[in-house]
């Protein structure tokens, strides 16, 4: 029940400030998007579950709305409440038992704010608050209470400086990435200068996150200082972003000290530079180093391991490279690969092609095919999407 409370106390806050006031307060916005997705296994196995052989293709089909909803109520205080709902059917949903508890377990953070409005044997409907925040903003000072995403990241693949929540970008479908229930209060220094601390709720201590940023800017560079406890660990880190000549040179390092004897020391660091010709071609490149990672660990975990700012990767080392090239002004193209070196030699490829169809209208075509060393180097998993998006 504490979900309904919160989101009913919600509206009825905004009710009250904008029962006086002129339509022109409200911002409304979102999108509506359709995604077919293909999976190929190179194997098939035996489900005991469901005491039979599961199919090595399968077909899954996915329709997402997001409705962004923000009421100014004054020039210091902003209302945000976004709502995504998300309708899953297909083999995928068929073929995993309790697809709907799996989908609403892995979307909520402190606060439940999520429903499963319909948990069929091949079709789930789920939707959720993924932003439901208040801010305040007076002089130099912003504060803002509720469920928000604190984006401490600089880097564009890997980030060990985002402690509050770390995202995995092969989650390529979720472009406003996971939020966390907490408290954030900003100080602006001045010029690209400015202070945060930031609280994410908790019951017990074991489970608390609660860290400080600073940046600054110096010598064309900015920097920032990251420092705080993250679930039994005291984290130091940092990160910058600047230019090496024309090309683009950014990254971040956190260092996790464990408090308790039993667990692991990490470290996490990455960087990447990045450089645009003048006829549009976009390459970059970079580096990251995982403590946590594993160098055989099979390339198929990159999809289900246990994300977080210390273990970012399920392998040790892993360097990227990227290209993008818009071909005409309506149709990108463009591919990123991701090579671990080890025993595994796993490489992840990511091909994308995006076309406007008109205003506010896209469709585009990814793959992610991952490559593994397992008594040969073979594909086991092979993915693509095809996805239409509407804007309003």
Do not use: C
Request: aromatic content about 18%.
């Amino acid at each position: 029940m504490k979900r309904f409370f919160i989101i009913i106390s919600f509206f009825i806050l905004v009710k009250s400030l904008v029962a006086q006031e002129e339509p022109s307060k409200w911002e409304i916005n979102g999108y509506l998007k359709q995604m077919q997705t293909f999976l190929l296994f190179n194997d098939s196995y035996f489900d005991l579950q469901q005491f039979r052989m599961v199919d090595t293709f399968l077909v899954d089909n996915l329709f997402h709305n997001r409705v962004n909803i923000r009421y100014y109520a004054s020039d210091k205080l902003t209302l945000r409440a976004d709502i995504r709902t998300r309708m899953f059917y297909g083999d995928l949903v068929r073929q995993t038992p309790d697809y709907g508890a799996l989908i609403d377990n892995a979307n909520n953070d402190y606060l439940d704010l999520s429903l499963v409005l319909i948990d069929g044997s091949s079709l789930v409907l789920h939707t959720m608050l993924d932003r439901l925040y208040m801010e305040y903003v007076t002089g130099s000072w912003e504060i803002r209470l509720g469920r928000q995403r604190i984006n401490w990241g600089i880097n564009t693949v890997w980030n060990p400086n985002d402690v509050f929540n770390a995202f995995s970008f092969t989650d390529f479908d979720y472009e406003e990435r996971p939020g966390s229930d907490a408290l954030r209060i900003r100080k602006y220094l001045g010029f690209a200068s400015s202070i945060e601390v930031a609280v994410k709720a908790f019951d017990r201590i074991e489970e608390a996150v609660i860290a400080g940023l600073y940046k600054f800017n110096t010598g064309q560079y900015d920097y920032q200082i990251l420092a705080g406890y993250v679930k039994e660990d005291l984290a130091l880190g940092g990160g910058w972003a600047g230019n090496l000549g024309n090309a683009g040179f950014k990254g971040e390092l956190t260092y996790f000290f464990p408090l308790k004897e039993e667990n692991d020391a990490a470290f996490a660091f990455t960087f990447a530079v990045d450089y645009q010709f003048t006829n549009s071609l976009y390459l970059s490149g970079g580096y990251l180093y995982n403590s946590q990672g594993q160098p055989g660990a099979n390339i198929v975990g990159l999809f289900d391991f246990d994300l977080s700012a210390k273990n970012l990767y399920p392998y040790r080392h892993a360097a990227f490279t990227s290209v993008q090239y818009p071909f005409t002004p309506l149709f990108n193209g463009g591919l990123t690969a991701i090579y671990s070196p080890g025993p595994s030699n796993a490489l992840f490829l990511n091909p994308n092609l995006v076309y406007s169809l008109k205003t506010n209208w896209d469709i585009d075509l990814t793959g992610q095919i991952a490559f593994f060393n397992d008594e040969g180097y073979t594909s086991p998993l092979q993915a693509l999407f095809l996805r239409t998006k509407w804007s309003f």
